[in-house]
Nanobody, 115 residues
């Protein structure tokens, strides 16, 4: 299984970005996808996750009401819509997939929120 993330960049405070992560390979049954982030000097934080049927979504308290996770199962793609971005959202964002009890990771994409 391989994951390819995209969509990071530089944005001003209050702006928006959408991250995408495409999974390929042998993916079976119910699975979960999501995003972690890690800022310099800080612990890695789970930002959001979603199961394959879309019935359960989980968000970090710090992003609730601002970020929305969604997925397109036909494309094996998970999205993270990030609105009202703050400087403290600056981090490397990494997508993941849990399939058959195993974690798979994509490369990180840098998100920088700065004026």
């Amino acid at each position: 299984v391989q994951l390819q993330a995209s969509g990071g960049g530089l944005v001003q405070p209050g702006g928006s970005l959408r991250l995408s992560c495409v999974a390929s390979g042998n993916i079976f049954g119910v699975n979960a996808m999501g995003w972690y982030r890690q800022a310099p000097g800080k612990r890695r934080e789970l930002v959001a996750s979603i199961v394959s049927n879309g019935g359960y979504r989980n968000y970090a308290d710090s992003v609730k009401g601002r970020f929305t996770i969604s997925r397109d199962n036909a494309k094996n793609t998970v999205y993270l819509q990030m609105n009202s971005l703050k400087p403290e959202d600056t981090a490397v964002y990494s997508c993941y997939l849990i399939n058959l009890g195993k974690y798979y990771w994509g490369q990180g994409t840098q998100v920088t929120v700065s004026s």
